[in-house]
């Protein structure tokens, strides 16, 4: 019977990440209001750094940052797959320079679904086990380059380093470090607060992709060791390293929580109701903390 309900937990992620997939590929462009379109508008983050906003969790993709330096451009994921001229315009209105590398986060495709129009002119880098999802999951832009552990690109005198810490999100994660401005891009390892549409931003262990909600914290544990004061996350607004910190403290109080109702005797079936995490500010659904009683339990 535990068996039926796993594989129901994983119908849905399936399902998820088959909308996210599908989404992605729709080569036209969704029509947009002009508030919503200015909410996309770059803004300057730091002298040299800026950031593409999104505003929803569907339609606008994830945060972009970009990297501008007297040699060309990095920027930082690439939205979805009709993304690619609206990043490449809102570029050109900070920088003649063109965008010679992208560093994905990870290869969900709000975040790294442009990359196959981009590889054109610039250069994708990911993390090995990104790549191999974005292979395994049939999206478009499979990077050419990829690394293990770290790697770093130099341009123009700035240093654009991408760092894989463990898994949380996705097993894929990397985070983006610009350490002369002391900020950091962490994709959806970190997502903290209010998008602009209003709707509240809660962690997802995307399980079907290899993330891990118990492993998750120690992930963060070697982001915080970073010296960095801002943050640049998957989605919503530029945030501190104290937002780290506290998103990582409301993650373990999640891990806590389901551990004690575990040797409380609680089942699957019942972990939901027993958990209660309305005082952390998070609509997690109750198939996100099944996920973690599944995964707990198997440790």
């Not at 300057?44 to 945060?63: A, H, T």
């Not at 992930?219 to 506290?246: A, C």
């Amino acid at each position: 019977m535990r068996n039926l309900k796993r594989i129901g937990s994983l119908s849905l992620l399936i399902l998820i990440g088959t909308v996210l997939v599908v989404a992605g590929r729709q080569r036209q462009p969704p029509t947009l209001t002009p508030e919503q379109l200015a909410r996309l508008q770059i803004e300057q983050v730091k002298d040299g750094l800026y950031v593409i906003p999104g505003f929803d969790g569907s339609l606008s993709g994830g945060n972009v940052a970009v990297r501008v330096t007297d040699n060309g451009v990095i920027i930082v994921d690439d939205k979805f797959v009709y993304s690619h001229e609206f990043i490449t315009a809102q570029v050109r209105s900070v920088t003649n320079q063109p965008i010679k590398y992208v560093l994905n986060t990870h290869h969900h495709s709000d975040h790294a679904g442009s990359n196959a129009d981009f590889m054109a002119d610039a250069e994708v880098i990911a993390h090995k086990n990104a790549r191999a999802n974005i292979v395994r999951n049939n999206q478009p832009g499979a990077p050419r380059i990829i690394f293990a552990d770290e790697t770093a690109v130099y341009l123009g005198g700035a240093e654009a380093r991408a760092i894989h810490f463990g898994r949380g999100h996705t097993n894929g994660d990397a985070i983006i470090y610009f350490p002369d401005l002391r900020t950091v891009h962490t994709g959806d390892l970190f997502i903290f607060g209010d998008r602009l549409d209003g709707s509240t931003l809660a962690p997802f262990w995307d399980f079907g992709n290899g993330g891990s909600a118990a492993e998750w914290p120690a992930t963060l544990n070697g982001l915080l060791e970073l010296d960095f004061d801002t943050v640049i996350p998957g989605h919503g607004p530029v945030l501190t390293k104290d937002d780290v910190r506290e998103f990582r403290n409301k993650i373990e109080i999640v891990l806590d929580r389901v551990r004690a109702q575990i040797d409380a005797g609680a089942t699957r079936d019942n972990i939901a109701s027993r958990v209660d995490t309305n005082d952390l500010g998070w609509p997690l659904a109750p198939v996100r903390i099944q996920d973690v009683y599944d995964e707990l339990t198997a440790q």
